[in-house]
Structure formats: C-alpha cells, structure tokens
C-alpha cells in the first residue's frame, strides 16, 4: 500500500502554514524614526528623521508633533535651510517642506520631483535620512518633549499607499550642575577658614 | 420599576459628574462657570415644558399601534390609550413657583391621575436637576403611591378599573451664596403597564437673570396653573373584562428606560426619479432637514419655523428669519431655554434642498459661548431625491452609511489614542485611560455609563447619529475642554466630511448598455480616506470607496483590506457600469500584495482580482487599484460592486468578511449648479472649505498624492483635467501642486 504524495496545492498550504508560525504579520512598512536626544537648555539640537523601507515612496505626508513649551524650531526668512536639512534619500529635484506657522505642530510633506524631459516622477531609492530639523532647546533642565509623527501617508508612483508607521523619540533638557557656583562657595569657604586661621595665631602669642 | 430608577439615576450622576467632556455635551456636563448677575438674590422662572411619555412594545403584544388622544392644555396633561384589551387614561397638572430666592427651599408639585383597565400597574417617578446652577439636592416630596397596594398582581375580574390619584413634587435648595445664570429642574412620572407605559415630564427652566423672566414658551410648552386635584376630563368608560394575555402579572414591569415620545430628526424618504429645477423656489414648505422636520413659513422677506432636533443639542426650538434672495438668515432659540443662536441657510438651485452656511450657538450657562461650524442644518424637499451633498462627504445622514461608520470608528481610534497621550490636568490624567462607550460616551476611571444615555432611543440607537449630534466644535474648530483641544482631537464633523465620501443620487446613474474600453491614465488614488483606522467587532471588511470626479478625469480606485487577520488568499470581482466609466485593462498591487497575483477585465463591466501570498497579511491595506476614466455625464453615477469568491486564512479555512461597495459619481466642471462640483457656488464656505477640495482621488480631501498628480499632468504622465488647475491659469503644472501642498499642510496642522 502505497502514500499518497501531497499535492502541490497542499504542500504549499503546508508551507505557508509553516512560514506564519514566524511571521503573521504585515506586509513590509515604511518606517519613519525619531531620536531619543538629551540637550542643555538654550542649546541648539538637530533632530534627525530617519527612513526605513521607502524604496518606491514618491510621496509622503507627516506632522511632526513636540512640545513647544520645550522646543522651538530655528526659522529664518532668509535662509530656510536653517530650519531644515535635507536628507540623504531625497532624489534631486524633490520637494521637501517643512510647514513652522504652528509652533508643535509642524506639517512635513514630501514629493520625489518630476523631470519633464523624460516624463518621470522619481521616488526614493533606499534608507537613509529624510530630513534633519534644527532646534533650539527653550524647555529648563528637566523637562522633557515626546519627538513623534502623526498622519503618515505614503504613496508610489503608481499612486498606490503603503503601509506606514513611526517610531517616536524624545528630548530631555539636561539639568545642569553649577559648577561656577559650588567654586565661587567653596573659595569663600577656604578664605573663611584661613582668615579665623590667621586670628588664632596671636592669641597665642601673648600667652 | 424601582430599580429602573436606581439605574436611571446612577446614570444622571455619572454623566453629571464626567466634566471634562466636550462639545455640546459640555451643556448638561461641563463644570459650573460662575457669572454675576444684576439680581444676585433670586431665580426666575423663565420656562415650562410639559410633555407626555409613551412607551409601547408593539413586538411584544404584536397588537397594532394603540389609538390615542392627546390634549394638552395649560398645565394639563391627558393621555388616552384605548387598545383592544384596555384602556389608559393619564393625567397631570403643575405648579411652580414663579422665583426662587436663593437659598431658601422651594417645591415644584404636581397632581397626577390616572386610570386604566389592565394588570399590573405602577407608579415611578424621578427627578433631575442640572445645569450651572443646580441645587445641591433635590427629592420628592412625596413618594408617588397607588391608592390600591403597591406592585401587585390584580384579579381584573374582581377589580377592572383601577385609579390612581397622587399628589407629590419636588423639593431643593439652592446654593446659597454662589450665583449662577440658570439651572433645570425636571420631574416625570409614569403609569406603567406589563408592556405599556405613559405619564408626563415637566422641565422648569429658572434663571437669574430678571430680564428672562416671562420669557413665553416656545411651541409645546405649557403655562403653570394653581392646581386642584381633578379627575381625568376624558374617562375612560368600564370595558368587559377580558382573560389575560399577556405574561403573568409578577413579572417586574419591562418599562424601558426612556420612555418618552421620540421625536428624530428627519427620517430618510425614499428616493425619487432625479429632478432638474421643478422645485418651487421658496422656503415656504415643509423640510426634511438633519435638525429633523423643519416647517418653514414665509410672509414677505419674513420667515419663521421650527425644528424638531434633539434636546440632547438644544432643541426642540423655532426661529425667525430674513429672507434675501436664496439665503435665510434665521436667529434660532431651544424651546427649553438651553441654547439659542444663529444660522444661514441657501436653497440650492434647483429648490429642492439647502444646504447649511454659517451658525453661531450660544450656550446659555453662564459665560461659554462660541460659534458653531457645521451646525447649520442641511436639508431637502420631502418630496424628492436624498441627494444634497450636505454634512461633508458622507450625505446627510453619515450615520447610516457603512463607509462613514467605519470613519466615526477611525475617529474614535485617534480621538481615543490622542487623549489617553496627551499630558493634561492631575484629575484628567488619573482619569486615563479614556475610552467611548457602546453608545459613543466617553468612560474613564471612575467615569462609566450604567445604561444608554437621554434620547438615545431617539437616535434609533445609533450612536453614530448620537455623537454626531453630541460632538461638535465651534467656528474655530475648537472643543470646549481645554485637554480635547490641547491633545489636537479632530473635528468629528470634518473628519467624516473629509473621510467619507459623499454618495450621490443612486438614481441618477444612466442606464446600463455600451461597451467600455480605453484606458485611464493615472489618477490619484482614494486610498487614505477610506481607510478607517479601527474596525468594528473586529470585523474584516473588503471596501471600495465612493468617490466624486469630473467627467474625463482618470481615477483610480483603491479597494481596502481592512482588519485582515491572517489572510493569505483571496479572490475577488470588482463590478461596475460601463456606460458611465471605462475601466483600463490593467491593476496595481497595493500593499496588501507581497507575492502572487492575477488580475483580468473579463468583460466589461467586470474586473476580476486574485492573490497568493506566503506571507499571511494582518491590519489594514490597499489590495489593488482599478483605474478608470468616467465616461458618464454629469450627475451620472456606477456603483463598485464587490464579490468574493474565496478569502482563506493560513490554516486554508475560510474567513467572514464584510462587503462594503462603492460608487464613482461624476460632475461636469461647466455645471454650477451641481452640488457635487467643487465650483458650486452655494457651497457653505465658498470653494476653499475642506470638502470642496478639488482631488484627483476623488474623495474631496486633498493630500499629497495630489500634488503628485499635478505632477504627473504636467509631465503628460497622466491625462491633464483641469478641475486641478488651482491657480486658474490654465494648466496643471508645479505650481498647483504647490497649493495643494499648502493645503496639505494647513489640514495636516489643524
């Protein structure tokens, strides 16, 4: 008595039964993240915004959120570059802005560009960095801001969405340890002890 | 009943005491704002409302609607149910004190009578006082008793008619010392049968502020009057007794919760062949409106009016208004006193709708107020078609449509994930994690709901309807709690409008016939919208959106996965009208996709998709875009009908889906008068309001897909329309993308 051989359509049930033990999840997504940064008040701090899986992405669409009481992004009219670096990943003539009217609340939005020559929209080819923005750190030592994207949206050339998440980051404010001031004190301190030194020695003396 | 009445008010104290909620909500539950007044030492009574309660199981008894008859005079109230098996006669009279001096006890009483011919009556009652000023306490001064025993079982053979005749009332003080501009003090009652239940409610509305006082009531209200007890004027004459149907008579009365009359918003008419300008052009008809049935009667360039919108959002109430052309002007006010107002209405061009501008609300509690956006009513001729295009993209009534459900539930998600993340006050924090309810209240720790709340029975149970109604924003898209605005919750209204889009006429679709073929080009993809970020029940759903284009403009239509679980495989035909749109041969994969699939045109008409996949999908996705080019003339509409064939999880076995379909409507740009163009011109918030966004995707909320579009046009990637020339200067090119963009940017920001 002969087994009977698993048809192909079983084997490849089989298969994928096997291969989700593992996996069971989604398809691949577009990751955008955000550092986890510590800075001195009144400091200057540029914060990084990292891709992930965004080969194809022509266009993306993201509001960067923190707090503001903590944070204030760096803008100059004449020099918007102040505000913004852009990354690594862009394509040459991409459009990436960045929207300041809302302190906190910051629209980031992303074309890959279009050359008219060869009727092309182009799109990210790998991972790298999308943007760094520049900061100033308003926030006193200890306070802190959550770093985070809301409202992600990409798409492909094809006009077809893909998946999208973040991961968020922070800032925590350094508290800064007076050091001038503990000097300051403990000079004070010293010439203390040497002047009451000083005026014990005669004392003697005269015994 | 009694413990009917422990839930009840186990329910008033919770919701009193949840005082961070927004919107109108913040009406009844916001936290007291003080305000001086010029008469520091009184309250005036400045509203009476009366009204009768029914409440009939007609499923339980399977008996035809009871006939009754209903007179209200002033201060009077008779009921009369005359079913096949008995009779029910109620009524009531009031009385109230005219002012109350602060600090002092006052009592509102009543004089109740009824009489009925049945088993199993009983008595409840209850009372509510609420509002800024609410006095610190109330109670009954009497408990309400039958004049035979308590809950009983009744011999009706020995005893066919019984009689109830009750005095009792209310009894307060109010906080003396601490000034408020108005609180409410309501008191009801009920005769409650095995099935049946009817009685009276009485609203008395005090102020502080004297200029109130005397202010006359608004329709189906009622003046107070000395009272004497009499007996009911319409008395219900012996009837033979006859055996009992019904359940046995010690079963605990099943009276429901809220049993007072429901008095919706307008209730949807079956549509009609489309119309073309045959509408009378005026305001003088009965409306079918979202503020419910809204009477309008006109004399000069003078209207007046009422509506019928829940008392949960200030209504019932009337206005007045001006008419100046196509637009009323109109100063609205709550019968109860609760609320008043402004809006501006514009009858479209054919006569057969209007649709909502500008409206201010004023909260009558003491200090807020703001504008309401928004807040305007839509509405349309009773006698024709449901296709006005109000309420943003979801039709008028977004409640009812599965797609915009599924957008009241992402709302819900990110509402619900922006508040538990924001950093607010030490007690709204400790309150985390805020959740809503089954009925679209919101519940945190220490803040829950024992039932469903006030009127919800009005809303057919819906609590899509219910927190459309409930959660609104005023001008300024602003909440009234400072954390709902502070953890950035969006604006339901808009975030629907934007989401769902809107469902044309499902009349005015041409005729089926003629044979599709060239293909689209690229147009932007709805796929966002239509994405809801949290399913219902766990639900898996297959959508294709509803979307609105101009004729000519390529289109493509991104069907969604949403809430898979596990899917490995699927088959599926996308369905659709060739006479109105041709459908290009090819598809894309969206992000559903990771291995194989197949797609064919089998005819025109009929799209047919598959996928295989190793890999099993879990969330939400896009499995495949169709593109089309709308061919149909203006008004015209397909539906996107989906069927599935096979869907099988990694085990092979077969998963539960919901379908839900979609539709392309198409407008002519050249056609102002049609709604559905974004150049239309009666459009509440001219061309540049959020739902007017000219998209390629069709779903009317732009993003930056659509710039990519522009793009695409300039560089002859895609079919040029001009419905994208945003600047007007004659095509599409970089710098309308750039618009879009700040567009983008300025919704992204809100």
Known sequence: MSRRNPSPSTALAVAAACLCFTCGVASAAVTLSLPTLESNAGQSVDVPIAIKGAKGVSAMQALLTYDPAVLEVVTDAQDPDRTMTRGDVLPDNAILKLFTETPGRLPLLFLGGANANDKAIHAITGDGTLATVHFKVKGAGGQKTALALEKIEAFQVNDMDLLARAEPGALTVRIEIPWLWIGVAGGVLLLLLLIMTLRRRPTRAAG | ?750
């Open chain 2, 1 to 750: 009943m009694r413990h009917l009445n422990i839930v009840r008010w186990i329910w008033l104290a919770l919701t009193l005491g949840a005082m961070t909620l927004p919107g109108d909500m913040g009406r009844v539950f916001v936290a007291p704002a003080q305000a001086q007044t010029s008469k520091p030492d009184t309250y005036y009574l400045v509203s009476v409302k009366v009204e009768r309660k029914k409440y009939f199981r007609e499923t339980q008894t399977n008996e035809k609607p009871p006939a009754e008859e209903f007179k209200g005079n002033p201060g009077k109230i008779e009921f009369k149910v005359d079913r096949p098996k008995y009779k029910l006669v109620a009524g009531c009279l009031t009385e109230a004190p005219t002012s109350i001096v602060d600090g002092q006890t006052f009592a509102l009483k009543y004089q109740a009578d009824a009489t009925w011919e049945f088993a199993d009556p009983g008595w409840s009652a209850q009372i509510q006082a609420f509002g800024p000023g609410a006095p610190a306490s109330v109670q009954l001064l009497s408990e309400p008793k039958p004049l035979t025993a308590g809950r009983h079982s009744l011999n009706i053979n020995a005893s066919p008619q019984l009689k109830f005749n009750e005095q009792g009332g209310v009894q307060g003080t109010t906080k003396n010392g601490v000034r408020y501009r108005w609180f409410v003090v309501a008191f009801s009652f009920n005769t409650g049968a095995q099935f049946d239940s009817a009685g009276m409610s009485a609203t008395y509305v005090y102020a502080a502020d004297e200029k109130l006082a005397g202010t006359p009531p608004g329709p189906g209200t009622t003046t107070t009057t000395p009272t004497q007890p009499t007996p009911p004027t319409t008395p219900t004459p012996p009837t033979t007794p006859t055996p009992q149907t019904t359940p046995t008579p010690q079963t605990p009365p099943a009276a429901p919760t809220q049993p007072t009359t429901p008095t919706p918003p307008a209730q949807p008419t079956p549509p009609a062949q489309p119309t073309a300008s045959r509408c009378p052009q005026t305001w003088d008809r009965d409306w079918n409106t979202t503020w419910g049935p809204m009477p309008v009667r006109v004399q000069g360039n003078t209207a007046t009016g009422t509506f019928t919108r829940s008392r949960a959002v200030g209504g019932p109430g009337t206005f007045t208004a001006t008419v100046s052309g196509r637009t009323l002007q109109a100063t609205w006010r709550a019968d109860d006193g609760s609320s008043e107002g402004t809006f501006e209405l514009f009858l479209t061009e054919d006569g057969c709708g209007f649709t909502g501008g500008r409206a201010t609300t004023r909260i009558n509690n003491g200090g807020a107020q703001g504008a309401g956006q928004g807040g305007a009513p839509d509405g349309q001729d009773p006698s024709v078609s449901s296709g006005s295009n109000c309420c943003g993209g979801a039709g008028s009534r977004p409640w009812e449509n599965a797609s915009a459900q599924l957008c009241f539930e992402r709302w819900i998600a990110e509402t619900t994930a922006k508040l538990n993340a924001y950093n607010g006050s030490a007690e709204y924090n400790a309150r985390k994690p805020w959740r809503f309810n089954q009925y679209g209240l919101m519940e945190a720790t220490g803040i829950s709901s024992a039932g469903p709340p006030p009127y919800f029975k009005d809303y057919n149970n819906n609590k899509y309807w219910y927190m459309w109604d409930l959660y609104t924003t005023d001008a300024n898209g602003r909440w009234r709690s400072a954390e709902w605005n502070g953890a950035g919750v969006a604006s339901l209204h808009d975030f629907v409008g934007r989401c769902a889009p809107n469902p044309a006429d499902p009349n005015a679709s041409g005729g089926r016939g003629g044979a599709g073929g060239g293909a689209g080009g690229g147009g932007g993809a709805n796929t966002p919208s239509s994405v809801p970020g949290n399913v219902p029940n766990n639900e898996m759903i297959l959508l294709a959106p509803d979307v609105v284009v101009p004729r000519g403009a390529p289109v493509t239509i991104a069907v969604q996965l949403i809430g898979a679980r596990d899917v490995l495989n699927m088959d599926f035909a996308l369905g659709y009208d060739p006479a109105i749109a041709n459908a290009a041969p090819d598809a894309e994969n969206g992000s559903v996709i990771s291995d194989l699939s197949q797609y064919k045109l089998v005819q025109p008409g009929v799209f047919r998709f598959n996928f295989a996949s190793l890999t099993p999908f879990n969330g939400r996705g896009t499995v495949a875009g169709f593109r089309f080019i709308p061919t149909g003339p203006g008004k015209s509409r397909t539906p996107l009908t989906l069927t599935v064939a096979t869907v099988n999880d990694s085990a092979g076995t077969r998963l539960p889906l919901r379908i839900v379909d979609g539709s392309i409507t198409i407008y002519d740009p050249s056609d102002l008068t049609d709604p559905n163009n974004p150049k239309y011109p009666n459009r509440p918030g001219g061309e540049d309001s959020a739902r007017a966004q000219a998209t390629c995707s069709g779903t009317g909320r732009q993003t930056v897909n659509d710039a990519q579009c522009c793009l695409k046009m300039w560089v002859g990637l895609t079919p040029t329309s001009l419905h994208m020339d945003l600047n007007n200067d004659g095509e599409v090119n970089s710098r309308d993308a750039i618009i879009v963009l700040q567009n983008v940017a300025r919704e992204l920001a809100r």
